[in-house]
């Protein structure tokens, strides 16, 4: 007997149906935030000066826009993105950019026509804290790729906290 599947509407990661709930903060199916809140809990656990816990739940709200996902979160996930991948800011100062971003209805994006290639299964499945380290920046590096037509936007909003 086959497992049905359940494709997350964002990421098109396919996976096998839990039933869980679908997601209420990002365009994710139940199953694929099971998934990120694995990596999350493995990340945030590791207590790494780098904080890469913070890049990671950039990629993983950048790559989950659309839907029910608000614009505001969209928003501070690419200049976290673009802070932490361009600017080489650790994940602890891009966490206090976002504290300090002047607060303002940000406008939804639309989402890449494509999704990015790598998603929160592949940094899963890294074995030692290294290769997690660098499955998160690969997987950050290519959701931002993704939403390359809006560079020049988060570039702009990001400019005052530089």
Not at 4 to 21: E, F, R
Not at 80 to 90: H, N, T
Not at 108 to 130: D, G
């Amino acid at each position: 007997m086959t497992a049905n599947k359940i494709i997350c509407p964002a990421c098109n990661l396919h996976l096998v149906d839990q039933q869980l709930a679908p997601s209420d903060r990002y365009n994710a199916s139940g199953e694929c935030l099971d998934l990120f809140s694995q990596l999350a809990d493995r990340t945030f656990a590791l207590e790494d000066p780098d904080f890469h816990y913070q890049l990671a739940v950039d990629a993983y709200s950048a790559q989950h826009a659309g839907g029910v996902a608000r614009g505001i979160t969209t928003a501070y996930a690419l200049i976290g993105l673009y802070l932490a991948l361009e600017q080489q800011f650790s994940g602890r100062k891009v966490q206090h950019v976002h504290s300090i971003i002047a607060k303002q209805q940000w406008t939804p994006l639309t989402p890449p026509a494509q999704p990015a290639a790598i998603t929160v299964q592949e940094v899963l499945r890294t074995h030692t804290n290294e290769e997690l380290y660098t499955g998160i920046r690969k997987w950050a590096t290519s959701v931002w790729n993704s939403w390359a037509l809006q560079h020049e936007w988060v570039k702009e909003k990001a400019a005052p906290y530089i």
